[in-house]
C-alpha cells in the first residue's frame, strides 16, 4: 500500500530575485555617484592675538622662531637642519636650566613643520604646554619692532 506523502517545501533561499534587487541598486548608485577630485592640501588658519605692549618684562625668556620657509633659528643662533634641533634644544636646557622657551612661527608656516617642531621640543624633554607660541602675521614678519 501506498501512502500519500506531503510535497517537501524547500528550505534554501530564492537567490534569484535578490540577485535582481542588488543589480538594481548598485546601477542606482553608479548612476548617480558624482566623483570630485580631492584637495592636495588641507588649509588650517592658525589662531592669532593681538599683542598688548607693556613696560615692563616680567621675565626673561629664549625665543624658537620659524619662518614660512622653514628657516629655525633660537635666539640669535640659526639652527641649520629641522633634524639638528633637538640637539640644540638639548644643549639650550643644559646651558640655561629654568629659562622660559617661545616658540614664534610664521602664519604661513606649513602645519607639517610645525608638528616637527613640537616633535623635536618632546624629544628634548621640554613640554610643549610650557612653550606659548606667538604667530606672526605676514605684515609683521619685515616690519621693525617697536619701541
Same mark, same amino acid.
Given at each position: =500500500?501506498?501512502?500519500?506523502?506531503?510535497?517537501?517545501?524547500?528550505?534554501?533561499? =530564492?537567490? =534569484?530575485? =535578490?540577485?535582481?534587487?542588488?543589480?538594481?541598486?548598485?546601477? /542606482? /548608485?553608479?548612476?548617480?555617484?558624482? /566623483?570630485?577630485? #580631492?584637495?592636495?592640501?588641507?588649509?588650517? %588658519?592658525?589662531?592669532? @592675538? *593681538?599683542?598688548?605692549?607693556?613696560?615692563?618684562?616680567?621675565? !626673561?625668556?629664549?625665543?624658537?622662531?620659524?619662518?614660512?620657509?622653514?628657516?629655525?633659528?633660537?635666539?640669535?643662533?640659526?639652527?641649520?637642519?629641522? !633634524?639638528?634641533?633637538?640637539?640644540?634644544?638639548?644643549? /639650550?636646557?643644559?646651558?640655561?636650566?629654568?629659562?622660559?622657551?617661545?616658540? %614664534?612661527?610664521?602664519?604661513?608656516? #606649513?602645519?607639517? *613643520?610645525?608638528? %616637527? @617642531?613640537?616633535? !623635536?621640543?618632546?624629544? !628634548?624633554?621640554?613640554?610643549? *604646554?610650557?612653550? #606659548?607660541?606667538?604667530?606672526?602675521?605676514?605684515? %609683521?614678519?619685515?616690519?621693525?619692532?617697536? *619701541?
Amino acid at each position: =500500500m501506498k501512502f500519500e506523502r506531503p510535497a517537501r517545501r524547500s528550505r534554501g533561499i =530564492m537567490i =534569484m530575485p =535578490m540577485i535582481d534587487i542588488l543589480f538594481v541598486v548598485l546601477i /542606482f /548608485f553608479i548612476v548617480t555617484t558624482q /566623483f570630485r577630485r #580631492p584637495r592636495p592640501v588641507l588649509r588650517i %588658519e592658525l589662531p592669532t @592675538v *593681538k599683542e598688548v605692549p607693556s613696560a615692563t618684562v616680567t621675565e !626673561a625668556s629664549s625665543i624658537l622662531s620659524v619662518d614660512r620657509l622653514g628657516t629655525l633659528s633660537l635666539d640669535d643662533i640659526r639652527v641649520p637642519d629641522i !633634524a639638528l634641533l633637538e640637539n640644540y634644544l638639548k644643549s /639650550f636646557v643644559k646651558n640655561n636650566p629654568g629659562r622660559k622657551l617661545e616658540l %614664534e612661527a610664521d602664519k604661513d608656516i #606649513p602645519l607639517e *613643520k610645525l608638528l %616637527e @617642531v613640537w616633535d !623635536a621640543l618632546t624629544r !628634548a624633554g621640554i613640554p610643549i *604646554k610650557d612653550v #606659548p607660541a606667538r604667530i606672526r602675521l605676514p605684515q %609683521e614678519a619685515g616690519a621693525a619692532p617697536d *619701541k
